[in-house]
């Protein structure tokens, strides 16, 4: 069921667990006041943030609800907002819908993909006609769900139905299947027929939260990176799509790497890592025999880049910049590795890093806020106590 429990720190693991307290569906935050155990709990519900005081000895609510701010945003089962015991609170509104949009090189608005909506996510299919993104349910709902979209219609349809949330989609090599994670059950990798007919299939299931972010043109590998490991946060691994599909790491360092692509011909991986002191898009060769050397990578941004993607020939990468301008880079092998300057395209104010580019290299989706407004800003109240007690 739904909501806020609250349980004491003490209490033993044969103990039952303590009933509901609150009916919400995002997290709650509990701010101590001046009287000993006693404090108010900040919760959001439809949007909008309340107060109300909570005896943290006896572990109940008490008197009314106040309203302090409207409208909160929230995201999965977390709500847009903070306060410290000095009385600081700071919060921010809900994320604008955003609508599928294509551009041309230039940065041409050619025309929407999509009707408006809370996508988090975006894998463009092999025909170029579809896309699977990942949408958010209304604002009141901690649940998302991934959606086929008809590009070419501005219409989608509901894949995914279960109670995880999916996200961080792929498309197969064949178009035929998506993979994704589904969190709940540590950030598993699962893949699922586009047909929609048969259920989700588990692929890998370890203690580590996994993303998702690439498939071999030859349908044996899936790239993904893994959160959590001991002594780095973010690595790439590779999860073989045949065979024993037993893992091995592709980057494994003391640096965050991620957001890896194989290229066309799945002789490279171009992904992201703040190895130099901020976020960078490089290339290094890819094996399928594990790790390669750590001095195989090339750089390709300069300046701060993230979220790569590859023409569909291989000799051109793009990726966003810092601003969120989308940029160019041409990339060759044939006399070595030669990768070109950086070139910028145009800029998207307030893209979303979850992209897609045609193999032609002439046309970019992007999840764009509705209206290119800028996301929400943060708002900071002082003493927000004090009216509450008026």
Known sequence: MTGIYVRALDARPEEPTSPRVLATGFGAAYVPDIAPAIGRLLFVRDATLFAQPFDAGRLQLSGDAVRVAEPVGSFLDGAFFSASTNGVLVFR??????????????GKILGPASESGRYRGLTLGPSETRAVVVKQADQATA?????????????????????????????????????????????????????????????LQN?????????????????????????????????????????????????????????????????????????????????????????????????????????????????????????AVAFATDRGVVIGAPRALYRVPGVDTAWAVTRDGERFLLAVPAGLVTPSPFSVVFNWQAAVKR
């Open 93 to 106: 509104g809900p994320d604008e819908d955003r609508q599928l949009t294509w551009f041309d090189r230039g």
């Open 143 to 203: 649940d998302q769900d991934l959606w086929v979209m008809e590009l070419s219609q501005s219409r989608s349809s509901r894949l995914t139905f279960d109670s995880r949330l999916e996200e961080s989609p792929v498309w197969s090599h064949d178009g035929r299947r998506v993979f994704f994670t589904g969190t709940g059950t540590a950030g598993s990798l699962f893949e699922q027929s586009l047909s929609g007919t048969d259920p989700a299939q588990l692929l």
């Open 207 to 327: 203690e580590e939260h996994k993303i998702p972010t690439s498939a071999s043109s030859d349908g044996r590998f899936l790239l993904y990176t893994s959160v959590g490991q001991a002594l780095t946060r973010r690595d790439l691994w590779v999860l073989p799509l045949k065979d024993d599909r037993k893992p091995f790491p592709f980057l494994r360092r003391e640096y965050d790497q991620e957001q890896g692509q194989f290229s066309p011909d799945g002789r490279w991986v171009a992904y992201v890592s703040n190895e130099s002191g901020r976020y960078e898009v490089l290339v290094r060769p890819f094996t399928s025999a594990g790790a390669a050397g750590a001095d195989q990578s090339s750089a390709v941004s300069n300046g701060g880049g993230t979220a790569p993607r590859w023409r569909g020939d291989g000799k051109e990468l793009f990726y966003l910049s810092p601003n969120g301008t989308v940029t």
